[in-house]
Every structure is written in C-alpha cells, then in structure tokens.
C-alpha cells in the first residue's frame, strides 16, 4: 500500500486528498484549520460522484484516509509529500523545515503552488534536492494536467517518479524545461486575467459576458485542441504559416493592455464582486462544484470516444486496470465499473437505455475474450445481435459501482448465446439476454468464426454448462436446446 501526506486541505489540497485516495493510496492529512475535516468530507463526496464516471473499468479499492493531530505525524510514513498551504513564501519554507527534520531526504516534497519557482522553495532547507512541484489545476480530483517542475538541485530521479506517480493516478504530467514564475498555464490565466479586468473596468463588458465569450466560443475549442493547433486549423489547407501571415500584423495593433494593469481600487473589487453575484449568487459552492464536475465529466467523456486530448489519458489508465479472467468454471465478469453521472435521467436513477449500454459493453468484453478483437474484426470476421431482451429489476445511481456477469448459454457453430446480470455488490440490478450470429462482414451474411474463437467459445460454453440456468433465460430470447 502506497501512502501520500498532503499538508494544507484547501481547495487544492483537498482535490489532491480525493485523487491519491480514490485511486487506492492511503492519505494522512494534516492541516490546522478546525474546518478541515468537513471541508475535505465535501470534497470527497463530489469527487466520489464524479471521478469513478471517467473510468470503463473498475477503479482500485479506496484508501485509509486520517486526520493527523501534528505535521510530523502526516509525514512519517509516506512515500510523498504534497504541499498545499497558502501562498505564502515563508510560510511553504517553514514547512519544509519541518517536514525534513523528521523526513530524510529520500521523500519528495511537492508543492501545488501557481507561482513559485523551486528553486525559491528549496532556499535555505536542508535538503533542497528533495523539493520540486507538482501544480495541478482545479478540480485536482478530475482535470488530468500536472505542471512537473525541478530547479537545477532537484534529484533528477524523482521528476521520473513524479510522472510514473502521476500517470498512475490518470493524471498527465507536463514537465516544464526551465523553471519560471507561474510555470506556463497560469501565465495564459494571467494574461486573460489583466484583460477581463480591463474590459470590466472600462465598462466594455460584464463578468457574466466575458465568461460567455469563453464558454460558448474559444474555450471549447481550447478544451480539446489547445492554442497553436486551434491556430494550425484555422490556417486551412495552407497551415500554420498561412494563419502566422495573415494574423501576425495584428500583434503590432492595440488590441491589449497586458502590459498595464488596472489598480485594484475598492470600486473595481466592489463592481467585480457585485457582477459575479449577479451571475452566480443564486448557487451555492458546492452546487455550481456539481455543475462544474457533471459539465467536466461529459466533456472528458466525449474526449474519449474520440481517443483524444484528455479522453486519451482517461482510455491509457483505463487499459491498465482491464483484468483479464482467469476461471471459466463461473459467469465471467465482463464489465466492472461505476456508473457515470451521463448515464443517469431526470429521475436520478441509471437511464434505461444505459442498461443497454452496459450490457453491449460486456458482450463486446465477453468478444475480445474469445478472441473476437478489434484485429480480428478488421480481418472481416465478427458477431452481429440477432435478438437481445433487458429485464430492468432494480434501480441505480451515480457513482455506484457495478459489475456484469455472463454467462454463455449456448456457443457452437454460428451462434453464441449470452446472458448478463448486473449487480451492485450482491444486489441484481437487471439481466439482459442476447442471441448473436457470426457474420462475415464482406457478404454480411452468417458465417463460420475463424477455428481458434470457435474453440475458446465452445471451451467455456461446456465450462458453463455444468451451471444451472439462470433466472429468466429463455423467456423472450430462443432458449438454447
């Protein structure tokens, strides 16, 4: 069992407690604050409804979380520390003084500051080479980006185990080259930041304008592309050179003021502040948290379907948890996951078609396993459903976790026979039958499968007919004979 310390359960902290803890690491937190333990309890509860959705497969088992009474008590037994307390110089010094006083250094201490520089942490502590930072981006416990930055003392040792680290959490580790204030995500927050300011100060436009220009434009884009292939495109066929040519004068023109920055009076704060409670005071926090998180998971979720951008790093952990199954003497378990939060209606319970879902999940889990693979799919073999009945038995929600467990009622020639149940723990949920027939995808027509499916399929087909029938088979789908 791997254990983190987190030092400091603020939003940040408390987003790092959630992404160790819900991907099986055990978490001591120490953080002075009376509060924390609630604060970091509702965290916890968004991110238990929200990050198991991300995944197709099963996430490990949650860790031990403890609350510890003093710093040194956090960190004694962790193979990482994660620093997250205010932004404050020598406060994040004072802790690292404190922490390797009773920590050698053979522990990494990260921290999640926006702006510091390492090398300006690690001044004056005892062993500096031990320091660098890990700066994540808010919600910690779903967005994937970790900026990885060292100073020239950092053992470089422990930027390979940072990114082996973060990688396991299904984050994306970007190791920045050279280490500067901000790192290199904040620096475009910033620079936004200067020109909203202005554009509220000036009247030009309100807090609630300047965020829907973002969110119903450019930020999609961003969301999956980035800034230069954005720009790539737009180039059209021509490229990246057509778009520099034809959009570069526009730097010389006074379209910004980044280089100016407006005073902070109390009238600039007040009229952000009244702005912002226009747009969002009628929700609480946690509310627009939930907001943020389904928004979040629904967009990742697409980014999955198309392997891409940050749905690429979801399906690459994803791959590593796959289990591949081992005894055929029982139903096989063919999925294991949580239910996402867009698999669920307006009656808060998993949607029916979703049932379907998970169920052409296993079969199609239940295919590689017989050796019906993507390969072997794109040779022009594969199996088409002829007949499929659902029975709908209990309800489910978000974020629980389910498992789907086959049975095969018939595998001989061109026909395979499946039946499905669903569970939560030991608590059916539904049971789906289906009848498929192999087809050769050049004719589209029944055909034969190629001898080694045949044989696996009919090896685990005689496994299980030692079973008794399950409840419910036969009474819409061909029973098997």
């Known amino acids: 069992m791997t254990t983190a310390a987190v030092i400091g359960g603020g939003v940040i902290g408390g987003g790092w407690v959630a992404r160790f803890l819900l991907n099986g690491w055990d978490v001591q937190v120490y953080d002075p604050d009376p509060e924390a333990e609630r604060k970091i309890g509702e965290v916890l509860a968004n991110a238990r409804r929200s990050l198991p959705g991300l995944s197709d497969q099963a996430m490990p088992a949650e860790g031990k979380l403890r609350f510890c009474e003093t710093m040194e008590d956090a960190v004694m037994p962790a193979q990482w520390v994660i620093e997250s307390v205010p932004e404050r110089l020598e406060?994040?010094?004072?802790?690292?003084?404190?922490?390797?006083?009773?920590?050698?250094?053979?522990?990494?201490?990260?921290?999640?500051?926006?702006g510091f520089k390492p090398s300006e942490l690690a001044d004056g502590a005892k062993h500096p080479e031990s320091i660098m930072v890990l700066h994540p981006f808010n919600p910690v416990y779903l967005l994937p980006l970790v900026e990885v930055v060292g100073h020239p003392g950092t053992e470089p040792g422990f930027i390979e185990d940072a990114k082996e680290m973060l990688t396991g959490l299904g984050m994306y580790p970007l190791v920045v080259r050279k280490e500067i204030d901000a790192h290199i995500a904040d620096r475009f927050l910033?620079?936004?930041?200067?020109?909203?300011?202005?554009?509220?100060?000036?009247?030009?436009?309100?807090?609630?304008?300047?965020?829907?220009?973002?969110?119903?434009?450019?930020?999609?884009?961003?969301a999956q592309m980035g800034l230069f292939e954005t720009y790539r495109v737009a180039g059209g066929e021509a490229g990246m050179k057509h778009f520099m040519a034809q959009f570069g004068p526009a730097l010389k023109w006074p379209w910004t003021k980044l280089m100016d920055v407006p005073d902070f009076t109390d009238e600039l704060v007040d009229l952000i502040a009244s702005q912002s409670d226009a747009q969002s005071g009628a929700y609480s926090i946690r509310e627009l948290e939930r907001i943020r998180d389904n928004n979040l998971v629904a967009m990742m979720r697409a980014l999955k379907a198309q392997d891409w951008g940050a749905g690429a790093v979801l399906n690459a952990v994803d791959a590593t948890r796959k289990v591949e199954p081992e005894d055929f003497s029982q139903p096989i378990v063919t999925v294991a996951r949580a239910v996402p939060l867009d698999w669920t209606d307006?009656?808060?319970?998993?949607?029916?078609?979703?049932?379907?879902?998970?169920?052409?999940?296993?079969?199609?889990?239940?295919?590689?396993?017989?050796?019906?693979?993507?390969?072997?799919?794109?040779?022009?073999?594969?199996?088409?459903?002829?007949?499929?009945?659902?029975?709908?038995l209990d309800e489910v929600h978000a974020g629980a976790r389910i498992e789907v467990r086959t049975q095969v009622l018939l595998g001989e020639g061109k026909k395979m026979h499946l039946f499905h149940e669903m569970y939560e723990g030991e608590r059916l949920l539904a049971t789906g039958e289906h009848m498929l027939i192999h087809v050769s995808l050049e004719t589209r027509k029944a055909s034969v499968p190629a001898t080694h499916i045949e044989a696996k399929l009919a090896a685990i087909a005689a496994e299980h007919a030692n079973l008794p029938s399950p409840e419910g088979a036969g009474a819409a789908v061909r029973a098997a004979k």
């Open 190 to 222: 910033e620079a936004v930041w200067r020109e909203a300011l202005w554009l509220v100060k000036d009247g030009i436009a309100t807090t609630e304008e300047i965020d829907d220009a973002i969110r119903y434009g450019f930020g999609i884009r961003w």
């Open 346 to 392: 307006y009656n808060g319970h998993m949607n029916e078609a979703r049932y379907l879902q998970a169920f052409g999940d296993a079969t199609d889990r239940f295919m590689e396993i017989i050796g019906c693979d993507a390969e072997y799919i794109a040779s022009g073999g594969s199996y088409f459903t002829a007949e499929t009945h659902i029975r709908h």
């Open 91 to 114: 406060l994040k010094r004072k802790v690292y003084r404190q922490i390797q006083d009773h920590e050698g250094a053979s522990v990494p201490i990260c921290s999640s500051t926006s």
